[in-house]
């Protein structure tokens, strides 16, 4: 009797509890939430435009329910500077869904740990000791090399004049390759594009953390029905402890490699090893981070250079001034370093172009409040979830001229920073939360770009037009092309340039 009388509360006891929020808070504007649910079923699957259209209705800072939680999302370029500069302190800490829990080990790592001594700690090894220039530099090796890989790999499949590949295939394997590398010092593939043991056992972690997490659905938002969809303890200890095996059994060759070759080597892994009782490091914390690594760069490389490609196909004129650009200063008769970036300003600003209409993580990881705090006015209750629409705020058309066009020389008009100083382009995010990383993305993105530019022509399908490719996203927490970017590619430069020379470290 008792637990069907709450079932017949619950709508109104969830009612109450939206109408104290409404009396006690002045919240953002916002479409009306249904007692239960919230938003949740009018939020289309496309969220960040879904947000993006509500923005246009409500104001550019909107209240969205999902279920019981508060959501708060801005869409401008104002807006995102007082959420992730003036008010960061007070929105520094990490909403965490059980699964996220579950993965981070509450919080161990970087991407989930709340603002505090621990987050300091870790963010402090990222930015003075993983990813300093001299470390990315010691690594370039690694990174040219995977994209060589990529271009003698499209040219062995360019068997016959107007064959069409699909270009995200070979985006991933350098995407999968470098990311294993620079993390484990380790390639999973070998020259014939098979993979080993270890190699397998990775992407079948991989593939099980995204299905463990996206398994929780309704629940996450709605604590009074968690009894209902309780979470499998088992599924995610057994998904853990097989992660936690295959980083010790690396971890051991790595032991092992250093006492018998002695010196550290350059990758995170590592690196790591030898920072632990620098920095008071736990095991669990070390592979949180490493994991948080792969998470972060496995995709989001690939999808941010295949959107960029289909930018270029259907803008021949851009592609024509790249490559003219890339004739002038690299030539035919070598290929192109991370070294030429600087002698290379429009290909760096066709890249900086692609992140600002397509960032991989449109929405940021939702930003929690630690406490009471007040955004554009309006009134962000301590628990609250902040987000910031990253692909709103670039397509800002108080701040950005014809925002919807891919116009790479807007950058060269003004420089624009990226990597979280200019609140305009927010690609990695700013503030005590942006990505360590970011310039090592950046150097990725614009050499795998310039490759494939510099290396071939790209046009669409035979029969297909440029207005036919479609620029629609899959939903998801990155953006991946709604249609994988199919292309033909032209070899340009002679053909001793297509040959991989493997570099072992």
């Known amino acids: ?22 009396l006690r808070f002045r919240l953002p504007p916002g479409p009306r939430p249904l007692p239960v649910v919230g938003n949740l079923y009018d939020i289309k699957p496309v969220r960040f435009r879904c947000f993006a259209d509500w923005a246009d209705t409500y104001g550019p800072i909107i209240s969205v329910w999902f279920g019981t939680t508060l959501n708060v999302v801005v869409c401008n370029t104002e807006l995102a500077k007082e959420v992730l500069k003036e008010k960061d302190q007070q929105l520094a800490d990490r909403h965490r869904s059980r699964s996220a829990a579950k993965f981070s080990r509450d919080g161990q790592d970087l991407i989930w740990a709340d603002y505090g001594p621990h987050y300091v700690k870790v963010r402090k090894v990222c930015t003075l000791e993983l990813f300093t220039p001299k470390r990315l530099e010691a690594l370039r090796p690694i990174r040219e090399d995977e994209v060589s890989a990529m271009v003698e790999s499209i040219y062995n499949d360019c068997t016959s004049p107007g064959k069409s590949l699909l270009v995200k295939k070979y985006l991933g394997a350098v995407a999968f390759n470098n990311i294993t590398r620079l993390a484990f010092g380790k390639r999973f593939v070998d020259s014939e594009g098979i993979m080993d043991k270890q190699g397998q056992e990775f992407k079948a972690i991989v593939s099980n953390g995204l299905k463990l997490g996206a398994s929780l659905a309704m629940a996450e938002h709605i604590p009074w029905l968690r009894w209902m969809f309780p979470l499998d303890e088992d599924a995610f200890a057994k998904h853990g402890a097989r992660r936690d095996n295959l980083t010790r059994e690396i ?78 200063v690299i030539g035919y008769e070598r290929v192109i370093t991370e070294l030429d970036f600087s002698n290379l300003p429009y290909l760096q600003c066709v890249a900086k172009e692609a992140l600002r209409l397509h960032p991989p993580t449109p929405l940021m990881l939702p930003h929690r409040a630690n406490s009471n705090v007040k955004v554009g006015g309006y009134d ?42 200019d609140f305009r382009l927010l690609p990695f995010g700013a503030g005590r939360r942006v990505c360590p990383g970011a310039q090592l993305g950046i150097n990725l993105v614009t050499s795998m770009i310039a490759h494939l530019l510099h290396h071939f022509n790209w046009a669409p399908p035979n029969g297909i037009s440029t207005d036919d490719i479609d620029m629609g996203e899959n939903p998801g927490l990155v953006t991946y092309m709604r249609t994988p970017l199919e292309a033909v590619p032209t070899p340009r430069l002679p053909a001793t340039l297509y040959k991989r020379i493997a570099v072992d470290m």
């Open 380 to 421: 962000i209750p301590k628990g609250s979830n902040v987000h910031v629409n990253v692909w709103a705020v670039a397509r800002d058309p108080a701040v950005w001229k014809n925002p919807s066009e891919f116009r790479p020389e807007r950058f060269l008009e003004e420089d624009v920073d990226m990597k979280g100083h």
């Open 1 to 22: 009797m008792a637990p069907l009388l709450l079932l017949l509360l619950l709508p109104l006891l969830l009612l109450l509890h939206h109408l104290y929020y409404r």
């Open 251 to 328: 971890m051991e060759e790595h032991t092992l490699a250093r006492e018998k070759g002695g010196g550290a080597q350059q990758h995170f892994f590592d690196a790591l090893l030898t920072l632990k009782d620098k920095y008071d490091l736990s095991e669990d914390t070390i592979i949180g981070l490493l994991w948080d690594m792969i998470t972060a760069g496995m995709d989001t490389t690939a999808i941010s250079v295949e959107w960029a490609m289909a930018e270029l196909i259907k803008n021949p004129r851009v592609q024509q001034k790249a490559q003219e650009e890339l004739d002038r």
